[in-house]
Nanobody
Framework: QVRLVESGGGSVQAGGSLRLSCAGS????????MDWYRQAPGKQRDLVAY???????WYTASVTGRFTISRDNAANTVYLQMNSTKPEDTAVYYC????????WGQGTQVTVSA
């Protein structure tokens, strides 16, 4: 059974940093692309970043240069380092993987105050 568990969310002032973690189990972690999504109140869930098995990364334009996605395959964990945060980064952040089906974590709340 695939399970993803996020942690590291919280409240931070604009300009501050947070590091999100997503621990996975039930999958061959190193074979899969891993994604971070976010969903702000009243809005759709949007892709923020992904990292391929070979380490290639992609970021949505609004976080490019501020966020960094990384992975530790030995620890079955993917990270999202959030720097220079802005109030518009406020959302629930979800970890996601597709392996024959979509799997989501429970989400972790990030609140950035002005």
């Amino acid at each position: 059974q695939v399970r993803l568990v996020e942690s590291g969310g919280g409240s931070v002032q604009a300009g501050g940093s947070l590091r999100l973690s997503c621990a996975g189990s039930g999958i061959i972690f190193s074979w899969n692309a891993m994604d971070w999504y976010r969903q702000a109140p009243g809005k759709q869930r949007d892709l923020v970043a992904y990292i391929m098995p070979d380490g290639r990364t992609w970021y949505t334009a609004s976080v490019t240069g501020r966020f960094t996605i990384s992975r530790d395959n030995a620890a079955n964990t993917v990270y999202l380092q959030m720097n220079s945060t802005k109030p518009e980064d406020t959302a629930v952040y979800y970890c996601h993987v597709f392996e024959n089906s979509d799997y989501w974590g429970q989400g972790t709340q990030v609140t950035v105050s002005a």
